[in-house]
Each structure stands twice: as C-alpha cells, then as structure tokens.
C-alpha cells in the first residue's frame, strides 16, 4: 500500500466543492420557516391556551399556558439545533477532483473517506431533477470496474461541467503541470494509458 502522505505530495487538486448549499439544506430551511411561524404565532397560541385554561379552570386545574409555553420553546430549540447539526453536516461533505482520482469526503463524528482512481471508471451518471436544474446542481454517480465500487457526489455544482472535466482526464484530454520537485514537467497521457503503463512494468 502507498503511503498516503506521498500520494497526497504527488497530487495536483483540479476542483474542490461540496454540495450546492440550497439544494442540501432545503429542509434545513423549511425548519427555519418553521420555526419563524411558531415565533409569529408564539403570542396567539399562548392567549388562546390561556382563553381555554379559564373555561377549563372551573372544572379541573391544568398549568395549560405553562405546558404549551414550554412546548413550543422546545420544539423552538430541537429545530435550531436539528439546523446547526444540517449546517455542521454540509460543512463536513467535500468533493475533490485530483490529477489522478476522486475524493468525497463526509461525517462529522464518523468521518467518511472514499476515493476512485480515474483508470478505474467504467461509466458516469448524471440525475437532475427540477430543481436541482433550477438551481444548476444534480447528482454524480461514478461507477468502478466492481460492481460495489461506486462514489455519489450529491447536489453538485454545475454536474454537466464536473463530468465533462471527469471524461476530459480519463481521455488524457487535460494537461496537468507538475510539482516543482518533480522530473517530468507536464502529463500528457490518459488515465487509461497510465494505467496500462503500469501493469507493462509490473
């Protein structure tokens, strides 16, 4: 196995983003709405508790404004911290794309790491829906030669334009300029040819 520090040395980083912003914390943002409504409505909800607790008082004794204060506030505060974890989560997802392979990268506690050589592609797919067209992002799905070897880039960024740079490397399309401390100035040969270079030596 190579050493990952000299791997991470002898790569170039062509694109680094995460998912699109709108497009991943969509219902982040409907939790915020959520929460603004029960803010606006905050006073209403508790007189109208307090109307009920005094037609209600003469026959049985219920702390009715109390509980539905409370219930409210903590409803308030699972979703704003149900959207910072949304927000941390969205912070904790990057996309890279090197010279040589593709990179996700996700978690918070447990942090996710999956990457996939360039000569081991073997098909692309790319799924938009509306509004994902909408807000120019979609969904990546990178195949390997295994049949479990796959990696979702989910809610990328202009895809259409990923995946053109994606087949512009597998082809040899892109040239890549080197590290200083390198021999060889620049890369001209397609992964595919790289790879096979690599077998005829071993």
């Given at each position: 196995m190579k050493n990952t520090k000299e791997i991470r040395t002898r790569e170039n980083i062509i694109l680094q983003t995460r998912p699109r912003f709108f497009m991943y914390l969509k219902s982040a943002i409907i939790k915020f709405i959520v929460i603004l409504i029960i803010i606006c409505l905050f006073r209403l909800i508790v007189t109208t508790t307090a109307t009920i607790q005094e037609y209600l008082v003469s026959i049985v004794q219920i702390p009715l404004v109390e509980g539905v204060t409370l219930f409210l506030l903590l409803i308030i505060l699972i979703l704003f911290l149900w959207i910072i974890w949304d927000l941390l989560s969205w912070r904790s997802i990057s996309y890279k794309l090197t010279d040589q392979r593709i990179i996700t990268k996700s978690g918070i506690l447990r942090k996710n790491r999956n990457s996939i050589h360039y000569d081991k592609i073997q098909d692309i797919r790319v799924s938009?829906?509306?509004?994902?067209?909408?807000?120019?992002?979609?969904?990546?799905?990178v195949f390997g030669g295994h049949e479990h070897a796959r990696i979702f880039l989910n809610d990328v960024p202009r895809p259409k334009e990923v995946e053109k740079m994606i087949n512009s490397i597998i082809e040899g399309e892109m040239v890549f300029k080197k590290r200083e401390h390198q021999s060889k100035p620049k890369i001209k040969n397609s992964a595919v040819e790289r790879h096979n270079e690599k077998f005829r030596r071993e």
């Open positions: 938009q829906s509306l509004t994902e067209r909408i807000t120019s992002s979609g969904d990546i799905e």
